[in-house]
């Protein structure tokens, strides 16, 4: 095969075709695609964004002029100062309260001789899987002022006038936000505390200090960069938040940046360079807790407590209170996943929304399933969520490899600026996102506005960086003689990344390819601004059935989607295991 190519390139009878063909390095080719394409997703819609942020008026970009008045609109009045204080009121709340619980639990899981400790630990996984407009909702219909059953029940129990609970305000945000956050603090503290020697915590246990004095004056400082990596994670993921502001914040008059981007958009006209201003703030918040904790990881030495020498995890007998810890795992588990899924469960069987009683038991019926299924254009829906979520995690997968390989692998100078150019959009907001992609194909008519392949570069464009630090996390271990030897065989950089490369990826582009699946399929923020009534997905027909106040057929479809993505991550889990790295 080498002799027949090397005949056939230096053949001067071939064709002008074959000869420019022959001398095309396909290596290049691929990494030039892929560099344009990163850039493309990630730099031009941002600066976009700027660009109408500073052109007035919104509908008409014909007669639009540059202006200052969208910046004078959204900060030059006094409710300036109460939309800031709010946002970063409910952002802080959300991400103080996560931590804590989350941290809680994740101590007494790795730290404490904790009965089930290893069951509840699966059992904390299954929350990420529920979108957050259906835990919002779910909690909406436990703890409502007027429908609440919480609240309901509380008042026949104790005899009170007014309901105890009112989950539309601030705290009640912060509640059902944090509660929703409250897992992804568990895992982040979960592998903190396994990484941290836990000799340094026996030494104190043996000069004598109690357990809490252990956890307060050791552990908590030995982890203060996992502390504070995890807090300015859960502020970044509040202040973004669009759900719980816009169902619980809208209705009581309580406004963040993103209620506030939302409604902007959603004015008569449209007002999409002051929403373009309001978006500016929200990414500089965003940035500016990317930059920190990315200069925190940098710092993570100084606190380093594993060296060489081998180290055993030993727990903490906590005696009696092992019971006590063990019933708040159970309480976190019915507040987390048993209360939220049984209350749309409960109310996806009603033919009108109806709290819990022995007569509204007699009025059970199927009738909210079977106007799900006669949806109209449900199948396309289904259709259109399947075919955006698989595609959007194929390309991230495919095109983070390559960029990993140019990151890692090589020497290229700006190497470092094509990291952080296709890791840009973390630092956007899933709304903020979506209405830059929206302002820039408005401008810019290649025929895609309102069509499924907005969202499509909308998916990508907001997964991309999370499928960077998977495909990153395995290309650190392929050692770079693998390819050397490939080379020396007489490979070309094709085969050799087709046939070496990905292969030895492939732990990594699954377990990414799963995560931006699963994530892509329940994103709301992001779609809200771009989908169509042809492009529609499950998460949008949620959100109008909740906007129709149609509560039992939006819990119907609830429940068939949490138990789609449940059997999906099940199956996920089955590939991570059949795919994996064997020892």
Request: charge should be positive; charged fraction near 10%; glycine fraction near 6%.
């Amino acid at each position: 095969m080498a002799t027949d190519t090397t005949v056939r390139r230096a053949d001067p009878s071939g064709s002008a075709a074959e000869r420019a063909w022959d001398r095309l390095d396909l290596k290049w080719l691929v990494i030039g695609v892929c560099v344009a394409f990163a850039v493309y997703i990630a730099v031009i819609p941002l600066g976009f964004l700027f660009w109408q942020s500073f052109r007035t008026p919104q509908s008409a970009a014909a007669d639009a002029v540059w202006t200052l008045s969208n910046f004078t609109t959204a900060y030059g009045t006094s409710d300036t100062a109460r939309l800031f204080w709010t946002s970063i009121q409910f952002a802080l709340g959300t991400s103080v309260f996560a931590f804590t619980l989350g941290t809680a639990l994740a101590w007494m899981n790795e730290r404490t001789n904790t009965p089930f400790k290893t069951v509840f630990y699966a059992l904390s996984l299954i929350p990420l899987v529920i979108p957050s407009i259906l835990f919002t909702v779910s909690w909406i219909l436990l703890a409502s002022p007027q429908i609440g059953i919480i609240n309901l029940v509380l008042q026949s129990w104790l005899g009170l006038q007014a309901p105890p609970f009112d989950i539309y305000s601030i705290g009640g945000m912060i509640w059902v936000d944090g509660l929703h956050y409250s897992p992804m603090a568990f895992l982040l503290m979960t592998a903190a505390f396994r990484a941290m020697d836990p000799s340094l915590e026996e030494s104190a246990t043996m000069s004598g200090a109690g357990i809490f004095q252990v956890l307060w004056r050791i552990t908590l400082r030995l982890t203060w960069p996992a502390i504070v990596a995890t807090i300015l994670i859960l502020f970044i993921r509040a202040i973004e938040s669009f759900e719980v502001p816009a169902l619980l914040g809208l209705p009581a008059g309580i406004e963040v940046f993103t209620s506030a981007i939302y409604q902007a958009v959603h004015r008569y006209p449209s007002q999409v360079g002051l929403a373009s201003a309001y978006a500016v703030s929200l990414l500089v918040i965003t940035t500016c807790g990317v930059y920190f904790v990315s200069r925190l990881s940098g710092q993570g030495s100084k606190y380093a407590t594993m060296t060489g020498k081998g180290f055993r995890p030993r727990q903490i007998d906590l005696g009696r209170w092992r019971w006590f810890t063990s019933a708040i795992f159970v309480v976190y588990f019915l507040l987390i996943v048993v209360l939220p899924f049984a209350v749309l469960l409960w109310s996806s069987f009603q033919r009108f929304y109806a709290v819990p009683s022995m007569e509204a038991l007699q009025n059970l019926t199927i009738e909210p399933y079977r106007f799900i299924l006669s949806y109209p254009n449900l199948g396309r829906t289904v259709l259109n969520s399947v075919m955006l979520s698989f595609s959007a995690a194929t390309i991230v997968m495919l095109v983070a490899s390559v960029i990993c390989w140019i990151v890692v692998k090589t020497k290229y100078p700006a190497r470092w600026l094509l990291d952080n150019v296709a890791s840009l959009p973390i630092v956007f907001p899933g709304l903020v996102l979506g209405l830059s992609i929206m302002i820039f194909y408005l401008n810019v008519d290649i025929g895609i506005y309102g069509t499924i392949w907005i969202m499509l570069i909308a998916y990508i464009t907001r997964f991309m960086p999370y499928g960077l630090r998977y495909a990153t996390t395995s290309m650190l271990q392929i050692h770079k003689e693998l390819e050397e030897s490939a080379a020396m065989s007489g490979a070309s950089w094709v085969t050799t990344f087709r046939r070496i490369i990905l292969p030895l990826l492939k732990p990594g582009l699954v377990a990414g390819w799963i995560y931006v699946m699963i994530v892509s399929i329940r994103e709301l923020s992001t779609s809200i601004l771009l989908y169509s009534p042809d492009t529609q997905v499950i998460s949008i027909v949620i959100w109008e059935l909740w906007e129709n106040g149609q509560y039992v057929e939006l819990s119907a479809l609830g429940v068939m989607f949490i138990l789609a993505l449940f059997i999906m991550v099940m199956v996920a889990q089955w590939l991570g295991r059949r795919y994996g790295v064997k020892e």
